[in-house]
Each structure stands twice: as structure tokens, then as C-alpha cells.
């Protein structure tokens, strides 16, 4: 099936857990890109709360970070009036398809999942039947909006694959239903290292505070985590991630905040020093409007905002619904 009319806007679908803050390797790895796309592709932005529900959490835990990152994303410059920005949980089709996709996916192709092994190898204790059927509420997120193109990270490629693997499944056996998505890397994504373990990528998952900036981190408190990077002995400035990861990761950020190349950024410095304070400059321009724009976002507005956005995801999901529940042969 395709939805494409020639001339129109290509469908966009991306999602994020609400899970922890924001940090830069999010930002200028994905999200920066998810503010630009609205522009350009007719995006569909989702909080995946339920999946967020796959590892244990505490009570209230979801709704806050739900809320957090909502506000987050409007403060970095989402406009709910030139995309499709809503939660999970407030469109029950994603549920219903979600058990739908259960019923296409295999549980051979879900045990190959990497994600689910790593997932349940480093749990302390209980896996849910969710963190193992994670992937096809994944695929069912993509399908109810007739998604053609899903910009999302390298390890989410496997997950991306799966999607189109049961779209086609479905299709063969129930005749057209889904448009088949397709996985595409973000080109203008950077990515960012941790200033503590250059060779490691900035994480949420990793524990490494003074290796990360969060987005919401205070002025000062990124000119001290930029101060402590790490970097190496030799007093030279070159980009060469391989031989110099700190410092080439530093070129890095500063090029990708402000849109320089890190090779020719790297000329301009005889000093370590120097580098690290437009680095920490660069990255105190980049935080304090958005930090500003936050401020004045309060709960009542975000909700607001998430309520019109569920209002046009459903508009765009239930027809597509409905069109699976006839094609599988359900009453309806
Ligand atoms: N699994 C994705 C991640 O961990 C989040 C996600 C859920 C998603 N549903 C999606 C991403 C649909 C893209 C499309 O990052």
C-alpha cells in the first residue's frame, strides 16, 4: 500500500521514552532533527509512555516523566501546529494494534530482537512478556499512521525491520492494509561521546553525571563539565577520534552546535583551553533560550497541547484501525 500522492509531504513517525532528562547526544543526535523535519515532512512525534511501561517502574513515575519530556520538547522548539505531537496512552489504538501486531510477529523473530537480550540479560530480576512483545507495539506505533519513513538511530534498525516484516506479513495474508515503512538514519545527527569516556557515546543509561550535559543543566555547571573533560597529554589540537577521542569530540560538539566542520574548527585552537571555553560558551548559547522558552511553559499549557495533539493522532489512527479489524476479520 502507499500513501504517497506526488507533491505531498512524506509521513514522518518518530517516538522517545519518557524516561530521564534530556541530554545533548539526544538533542543534537535526534531531536534537533526532529524540530527541523516538521518543516519539510508531515511528522507525527510520540511519547511512548506504554512502552516505557516494559521495565518496572514506580507509581506516578510515567506520568511525571511523561510530562517532563513534553515540556521539554516544546521548550527545544516542537510547534503542535506544524506536527502531530501526542502520548502513546492517549490513543488506545496503539494498544489495540499493538495486540493485533502480537498475533503477526513470531516469537522466533522477536527472541532474535538484540534489544530484548540485552534488555532481559541486564535486568535484575522480573522481564515482563511486555519487554519481549515490545517490538510489535513498536511496529503498530509506525502502521496506524501510514508511516513511510521512521528517522531513528542505528540500534533501532532491527525494530524498524521487524515493522516492515509483519506490514508485509499482514498484507500477504489479509490483503493491502499498511503502507510499508522504511528506517532512515538522520543524516545532520552528530554523535556526541561522554566528556568522562570519550569512547563511549553520551548515554542516559550509562551513569556517568559529569559526563553528560543535560540540556537543563545550569550555565555554570556546563563551563565546569566542559572544564573537567577529558582529553590527552599531547597539547595538540586535531580532530582524530581514533587517536584523540576527547578532544576530537570536543571539535565535534562545537562544530555541530554551531553548523562548523570539526577539521577545520580544529585549526583555530594551539590550546586545549581556549577550545574548551567556546565549546562551553557555544553550549550555554545553545541551552539558555531553550531554558528560557521552558520557564514559561507551565503544566496546564503542556497537557493542553498533549490533548489537541491526541485529538489528530486519532483522527489519523482510527481509520487505519479499522481498516486492519475488517481486513483480519473481526466484526465489526
Ligand atoms: N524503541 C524506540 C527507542 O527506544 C522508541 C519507539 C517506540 C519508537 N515506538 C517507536 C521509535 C516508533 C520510532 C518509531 O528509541
Known sequence: MTSTTPGTRPRVFSGIQPSGAVHLGNYLGAL????????????VYCVVDLHALTLPKEPGEVAQGTLDIARILLALGLDPQRCVFFVQSHVHEHAELGWLMQTVASYGELSR??????????SSGFISAG???????????????????VPV???QRQHIELA??????????????FVIPEHRIPVAGARVMDLQHPENKMSKSVDSP???INLLDAP????????????????????????KPGVSN??????AVTDGDPEQLAGQYQQYGPLKADVAAALIALVEPIQARLAQLDDATVRAELALGAERATAIAAPVMDRAKRACGLLV
Open 210 to 212: 559529569q559526563g553528560t
Open 220 to 243: 555554570q555547571e556546563i563551563e565546569k563539565k566542559v572544564k573537567r573533560a577529558v582529553t590527552d597529554n599531547d597539547g595538540e589540537v586535531r580532530y582524530d577520534p581514533a587517536d
Open 32 to 43: 534537533r532533527n526532529w524540530v527541523s523535519m516538521q518543516h519539510d515532512t508531515d511528522a
Open 113 to 122: 530482537m538484540t534489544q530484548f537480550k540485552d534488555k532481559s540479560a541486564r
Open 153 to 155: 538511530g542505528d540500534d
Open 250 to 255: 570536543l571539535l565535534s560538539i562545537l562544530a
Open 131 to 149: 519487554l519481549f512483545t515490545y517490538p510489535a507495539l513498536q511496529a503498530a506505533d509506525i502502521l496506524l499512521y501510514d508511516t513511510e519513513v
Open 164 to 177: 516492515r516484516d509483519v506490514a508485509l506479513r499482514f498484507n500477504a495474508r489479509y490483503g493491502d492494509t
